[in-house]
C-alpha cells in the first residue's frame, strides 16, 4: 500500500508542477498532463513492485527516486510547453526554479554522503560493536601455554554447507526436475516430532540442541510454481553425522510452505511483509528455520540506520509462519528461542573491521600499534551458550601476528574477545595443506581437495584449529585434520574424526614430549581404583581401558615404568584424572597395586 500511496504522490506533484509551469486551460492539455502524469506514477510503481525498496527517511532509494522524478519531470514537462527547437525552456519560471531546485538536492544529497563518512563517526562506529568480555588465554598462572575453547567438542561441526547440499540433491531423486534448494541455514535446534520424508519413510526426531541445516524446496520455474503456489517440503541435514531428510510431513500434517523468497507476487516472503507494514522498515538476512514442534519460520531482520544514512543497527525479527503468512515481531531479547540467527553475519564482520580499525581515530599515520582486523572468512559454531559467530583477529600491519579470535552471539550481536599466542588461522590452513602424512596421501589442489576454514578448539586441553579436507567431485569430506594452534608441527589427519585426533595426539606428545600444556582453568581430580581391560602403545604413548569407563581411552606418558602395567584381569591400578565429556582422558597420576 505504501508504494501505491508513493506513486499518487508523484503523480500528484507531477500534475501541480505542470500546472505552475503552464496553467492550462483546455481540456487537452489537462489530459496530456494527467496521462502523463499516471504514466510515470505507474512506471515507479511497477519498479518498486519488483525492487521493493525500503521507503523511508534513513534509507537512500526515496532520495534517488525523487531525483530521478524531479529530472523526468522538468524535462518531460519543458518538452511538452516548449517552443522551437529549445527542449528546455529556462525563461518559465517554474521550470528554472525546478532545474536549481534540483541542483540544490543534488548538493544536499552529497553534503549528507559525505555527513556519513566514517570519518566523522570513528567512535560510534567502533562502539557499535558490544565487546562483552575480553579474556587473555595466552598464559596461565605458571606461565605456560593455556588451554581454552567454550565450543564442545561434541558439536563440533563437521559438514559445510556445501556438502549439505550435496547430500539433499543426492536423496532428492526426480525431485529434481522440479525444485531447487534454498540456500541452507544453520541453526541449534531442539526438535521432537514425527516426521514423514517425500519417500513415504516416517521417523522420529528428537534433537536438542543440535546443529543443522535447513532449507526448503523451491519451483524452478514459474509455471511449476504457478500449479500449486506451494512447496510441499522443507530439507534437514545433521551437521555432525550428514544424515539427511526431505520432510514432507510434521506431526501427521502435510506441510503447505506457500511465502518464500522464491515464490511469485504476494506470496513472495519479501513482498509480503513489505505489503503488511514492513515497507518502510529495512529487511535483510531472510533465513528458513525450524520450530520445537519442526514447523518451518522464516526470521526476517528487521534494522534502522544509526549512524548517518550509511550503518544500520538490528532493531528485532520478524518471524513469518511460511505456511500461513502470520507475522509476529520480536526484540532480539524477546524473540522464540527456536530463532538463532538475528544479525546479518556482513554487519558482525563490518563491526569487527570497524571496532579494529579505530581505536586510534581514522588516520594512522604515526600510530598504526593496536590496529586489528578480522581474518578472512566467518563460520558459525556452535558454544555452550548457543550459536556464535567465529572469526580469526590478527594484527592489521607488521607480520599480522595472531593476536586471538572473537565469537559473537548471532542473536544479539554481543562479543567475546578472546586473546591467544600461536599460529594464525592462515597459518593453520597452510601447515594442512603442505604437510606430508604418514597414514594416507594427501594432494590439495582446486580440482581434488580443498580445506574448509579452520575453527578454534580445545582438543584434550590443547589448543587446536579443526578443519576437513573436501573432495571437490562430490563435496564429501575425505579426511579430518587438526593442526595444533601453539606448534605447526603437531597435526594429525584421519579418514575418520577418531583416527585424526588420536594421530593428532600422538603427533603432540611426539613433538612436546614432556612440554605438555598445563589447564587454564582449576581442575577437580577424580581418584578410583579401577581394573586393567586394555593396554596400548603408539610411539611410546600408552592407551589403556578401565572397567566401569568402557567408552573412555586413556592416555599417558608419565613414564616408562607403564610398561610395567599388565592388563591381566587380575590387575588393579588406582588413577587419576579429570572429567570429561571427550572419549579421550589424559591420566594426571597412576599407582600400580600388588
Known amino acids: 500500500m505504501l508504494y501505491f500511496v508513493f506513486s499518487l504522490v508523484l ?65 518531460f514537462t519543458s518538452m511538452r510547453i516548449s517552443e522551437g527547437d529549445a527542449p528546455l525552456d529556462l525563461d518559465n519560471k517554474a521550470i ?86 534454498s540456500n541452507l541455514t544453520l541453526q541449534s535446534a531442539t526438535v521432537h516430532a514425527n516426521i514423514e520424508t517425500v519417500d513415504g519413510h516416517k521417523a522420529r526426531l528428537d534433537f536438542d540442541d543440535k546443529l543443522v ?25 545433521d551437521a555432525t553425522t550428514a544424515e539427511t531428510y526431505i520432510i514432507s510431513k510434521v506431526n501427521g500434517e502435510e506441510l503447505k510452505i506457500t511465502y518464500t523468497p522464491e515464490a511469485n507476487f504476494s506470496y513472495n516472503l519479501e513482498r509480503h511483509l513489505r505489503s503488511n507494514g514492513y515497507a518502510d522498515i529495512i529487511l535483510d538476512d531472510f533465513n528458513i528455520e525450524i520450530d520445537e514442534n519442526g514447523r518451518p519460520f522464516a526470521p526476517v531482520t528487521t534494522m534502522k540506520k544509526v549512524v548517518g544514512m550509511s550503518t544500520p543497527d538490528v532493531t528485532g525479527v520478524a518471524v513469518v509462519d511460511v505456511q500461513t503468512g502470520d507475522i509476529e515481531w520480536y526484540a532480539p531479547q524477546d524473540a522464540p528461542s527456536f530463532v538463532n540467527r538475528i544479525y546479518p553475519e556482513w554487519l558482525v564482520y563490518d563491526r569487527i573491521t570497524n571496532w579494529g580499525e579505530y581505536p586510534n581515530g581514522y588516520f594512522h599515520w604515526t600510530n598504526n600499534e593496536g590496529l586489528l582486523q578480522p581474518c578472512a572468512g566467518m563460520d558459525i559454531v556452535q558454544t555452550t551458550k548457543g550459536c556464535c559467530y567465529y572469526v580469526g583477529i590478527q594484527a592489521k600491519t607488521g607480520t599480522f ?12 550481536g554481543v562479543a567475546t574477545y578472546y586473546k591467544r599466542d600461536g599460529i594464525s588461522e592462515a ?38 584449529f579443526f578443519a576437513t579436507f573436501v573432495a571437490n567431485a562430490d563435496l564429501t569430506v575425505k579426511y579430518y585434520a587438526f593442526c595444533s594452534a601453539d606448534s605447526k608441527d603437531v597435526v594429525g589427519v584421519g579418514k ?82 579429570s572429567k570429561t565429556d571427550s572419549k579421550f582422558v589424559e591420566l594426571k597420576s597412576y599407582e600400580l597395586l600388588h
Open 213 to 237: 541445516y535447513v532449507g526448503i524446496l523451491e519451483y524452478k520455474n514459474f509455471w511449476t510454481w504457478n500449479a500449486k503456489k506451494y512447496s510441499p517440503a522443507y530439507v534437514l541435514v
Open 496 to 577: 575418520t574424526l577418531e583416527e585424526a585426533r588420536t594421530n593428532y595426539l600422538n603427533s603432540y606428545y611426539k613433538s612436546m614430549g614432556s612440554k605438555d600444556v598445563k589447564f587454564a582453568e582449576k581442575q577437580i581430580l577424580t581418584t578410583v581404583e579401577v581394573q586393567v581391560l586394555e593396554k596400548s602403545v603408539v610411539d611410546n604413548v600408552f592407551y589403556f581401558r578401565f572397567k566401569g569407563y568402557e567408552d573412555k581411552v586413556f592416555k599417558t606418558t608419565l613414564s616408562d615404568e607403564m610398561s610395567d602395567v599388565l592388563w591381566v584381569p587380575t590387575k588393579k591400578v588406582k588413577i587419576s584424572f
Open 427 to 464: 597459518e593453520a590452513i597452510r601447515v594442512l595443506r603442505t604437510n606430508t602424512y604418514d597414514n594416507i596421501s594427501i594432494q590439495v589442489n582446486d580440482s581434488i581437495l580443498r580445506l574448509t576454514e579452520p575453527v578454534f578448539y580445545n582438543i584434550e586441553g590443547k589448543n587446536t
Open 11 to 75: 503523480v500528484l506533484a507531477y500534475v501541480v508542477f505542470n500546472y505552475l509551469a503552464e496553467k492550462p486551460e483546455e481540456k487537452s492539455s489537462w489530459a496530456w498532463i494527467i496521462g502523463f502524469g499516471m504514466m510515470i506514477g505507474g512506471a515507479f510503481h511497477i519498479i518498486n513492485y519488483f525492487s521493493m525498496p525500503t521507503i523511508a527517511y534513513d534509507c537512500w532509494p526515496v532520495y534517488f527516486e525523487l531525483l530521478a522524478f524531479g529530472v523526468i519531470t522538468v524535462v
Open 96 to 181: 528554472k526554479y525546478a532545474v536549481l531546485g534540483v541542483l540544490g538536492y543534488v548538493i544536499l544529497l552529497g553534503v549528507s554522503a559525505l555527513y556519513t563518512w566514517d570519518f566523522l563517526h570513528t567512535q560510534k562506529q567502533r562502539e557499535l560493536l558490544v565487546v562483552k568480555d575480553s579474556i587473555d588465554v595466552r598464559k596461565d598462572a605458571n606461565g605456560a601455554v593455556a588451554a581454552f575453547s567454550p565450543i564442545p567438542n561434541e558439536k563440533m561441526k563437521l559438514h559445510t554447507a556445501d556438502v549439505a547440499m550435496r547430500k539433499i540433491l543426492n536423496n532428492m531423486g526426480d525431485l529434481k526436475n522440479t525444485f531447487d534448494v
Open 401 to 412: 601476528d595472531t593476536e586471538g579470535y572473537m565469537l559473537v552471539d548471532i542473536r544479539t
